[in-house]
């Protein structure tokens, strides 16, 4: 069933030309990590009321969520370098208005015109997945070429380290010299990260590349029909977003909303406990235990080689995260909140990385930027419904009452991973046979 290399993470370590692109995505993953927080910190640190800091927050939300997958949407259209100076000079002009408005304490307004801007981003996540799947795929690094499985493992384990550290980086900063001083240290690393990721001209994929490696299925006569019908199709609807061509990245979108909302959800109730509890420190404790075992499953998973389906793979780990988080269902202490943590946070990366390898292999490679994008957009539209649901029932039914329904909303996790099994299936096997038609026409 599967067999574990200790050794893989060698042949990701190797791939030296990979250094400055995944550094630069590694300091730009900061920003992005402290935007929400940090935007609160600074705001509320800076008088302004709690309320107005989670609408400029939300709004932050809501403008990835809208403008992300189309900047990525540019980025496979035009190439990395063209694009992300634009893209980040964009968002970052937004992060000078908010930091400029707190600053002179005028009113709220240029407040929620700089989190639109802010929004404008380019995805590090997508990026640096793609720069590594272009790498693999297109054939430049020959028999040295790790696998995708371990490359997206590695990279989990980069999120993760960017998520557990952000954060608190952000706020330590904002609390012990000045409110804005987290967001301009974000600003700073998210500069010099863009600069350095579009030096690296030589790992940026050509716009139009494709794929040069063989299929790792082969499938049938009819599947392959239907590939043939999608990739003259492909051409004629070249400028449509990815999420309207292919129906396995809108099944993992509502996969990743699901997991937004009931992580967004169990974080603001972690709070809500603590400060019942009157030991606030427990917040932090627990999700930074979480985040570290989300870390060391990460780098476990990517050792173990499964000899199951793809489209298995996701129904299972799907049930598994739905399952693991679900367990919040019998949080009523502190002790049981950290036992419920490591469980939900030992299936939430094997998850990431599996759903990320059915989404490259199931969209044209010139298309994974937005694709992977989309997949962070249905996360955010996740973050932007858990908290504000979990908010609400605490305050009318109490903490322990929020746990529930995000038992519930992990539930939904599984049940969705179990009814789209079929639809995984049949279209990723399509999508493969597309790639097989790309193949032909590049080398024809």
Known sequence: MAS????VYKQVLSVRQAYPFDIACLLMRFYTGMLNIGVVTMITLSGYSFFTAGLVSSTIALSTFLVGPRVSKRIDERGQCAVVPQAAAMSLVGQAVLIGTVLAQ???WPLFLGAVLVG???SPHAMARTRWTYLIRSGKLGDRA?????????ESVLDDMAFIFSPSISIALAASIHPVAGMVAGGVAFATGAVILC??????????WVDGAAPEEEVGASAELEAAQLAGAEERRGHMSVIRMSVVVQVLFIIYMFMGAFLGLIDT??????????????ASFVLIIQGIMSM??????????LRAPLPKQLAVAAVACGLGFGTMFFIDSALSLAIVGLIGAATYAPLL??????????VPQRRLTEAITWLNAGFTCGCAVGPSLGGAVIDSLGTLASFKVGSVLALGLAVTGLLTYRVVKKHLAVAGCTVVEERKLGQS
């Open 4 to 7: 574990v290399n200790p050794g």
């Open 106 to 108: 005028a009113s709220i």
């Open 120 to 122: 404008f981003y380019p």
């Open 146 to 154: 790790p696998e995708l499985r371990t490359m997206f493992s590695y």
């Open 199 to 208: 030096a690296a001209r030589s790992t940026a994929p050509e716009v139009g």
């Open 269 to 282: 109730a972690t709070v809500s406990l603590a400060e019942d509890l009157g030991n606030p420190d427990i």
């Open 296 to 305: 060391v499953m990460g780098f476990s998973f990517g050792m173990v080689r």
């Open 353 to 362: 990385i599996v759903a990320n390898t059915v989404c490259e292999r199931a």
